[in-house]
């Protein structure tokens, strides 16, 4: 069976990547373990200020973020976001990537949720150790798996990567981002270029693809058809019940559930959910789901 190595660039702050996460369950479903997957953090903002200094500050920060309701997943609804710092909260995750493997995508799906569907602090220590609790970590564990140099050294290298964009992702120039005045590590010589979230580097063998920013389906789908046309693929799910199954008790937004049954119309969707008994936790200016009791 063939495999891809894929890498993903990402950041828990990011509200391009919360929105892309009906492209990755679609990913999962369709072609599962042959994928093997790895997060990388980007690092979009050290601390507060940071983000303050882009603009992003309590009113512009939650005008922004309602502006993503047309992607799907479930946002906040309110008048004012504070800002916050994500260095803090990709250094947990590549804590749990280094010293709890394969909890990282359930901590960075916690914290994304956390802090662009609940407008909760994610550079708040409470709501870190809350994230963790709901990845299965314990927190004390996570602390001091942060504090270890391991995790430095790792992040760092992450940062750095984000920042050393290859050949096809230059090529897209307009899928990219400076990289940041403050920035003090390595990076590509001479492009000043950074991934945005989420960019994809697919590998098979000696062949690489990039897939830099927030792009649709389709393009991952090609670039992986041409990586490795044999992989197989798994049909899209025939209901919301075989759907939410499938998850394993990881509750889904409507809109991930319609990505799985390869269907736009997330009102209708939500209909089926109902029609279905599905159970729903609200949250913002959606839901998410899991399985009827």
């Not at 069976?1 to 391009?16: I, N, R, Y």
């Not at 799906?109 to 662009?116: H, T």
């Not at 920035?183 to 979230?197: D, E, F, H, K, V």
């Not at 009102?267 to 959606?286: F, I, K, Q, W």
């Amino acid at each position: 069976m063939p495999h891809v190595d894929l890498v993903e660039f990402t950041d828990p702050a990011c509200p391009f990547a919360y929105s892309a996460e009906p492209l990755r369950w679609r990913l999962l479903w369709r072609f599962g373990d042959q994928l093997r997957w790895t997060v990388r953090m980007v690092g979009l903002a050290r601390d507060a200020a940071a983000h303050e200094a882009k603009g992003f500050t309590a009113r512009p920060n939650a005008e922004v973020l309602r502006a993503f309701d047309r992607y799907g997943m479930p946002l906040a609804e309110v008048e004012e976001r504070a800002p916050a710092g994500s260095w803090d909260a990709c250094r947990a995750i590549v804590a749990a990537r280094e010293f709890a493997t394969g909890s990282e995508l359930a901590l960075l799906r916690a914290l994304r949720i956390a802090g662009l569907a609940e407008a909760r602090p994610i550079d708040d220590p409470a709501v870190l150790a809350d994230a963790g609790r709901v990845a299965g970590l314990e927190p004390e564990a996570l602390e001091e798996w942060v504090a270890d140099e391991t995790t430095e050294r790792a992040f760092v290298a992450d940062l750095t990567a984000a920042r050393d964009p290859g050949p096809a992702a230059l090529a897209l120039d307009h899928k990219l981002a400076d990289v940041e005045p403050d920035w003090t590590g390595a990076s590509r010589a001479g492009s000043g270029r950074r991934y945005t979230c989420p960019s994809y580097v697919l590998r098979v063998g000696g062949r690489t693809a990039e897939v830099p920013g927030f792009q649709p389906w389709l393009s991952l789908e090609t670039a992986l058809a041409n990586l490795a046309p044999d992989l197989e693929r798994r049909p899209w799910a025939a209901n919301v019940d075989e759907a939410l199954a499938w998850a394993a008790g990881e509750p889904l937004a409507t809109i991930e559930v319609a990505a799985l049954l390869d269907r736009d119309d997330r009102d209708e969707v939500r209909a089926l959910l109902v029609a279905a008994g599905a159970r729903e936790r609200p949250a913002g200016s959606d839901g998410f789901w899991t399985a009827a009791a």
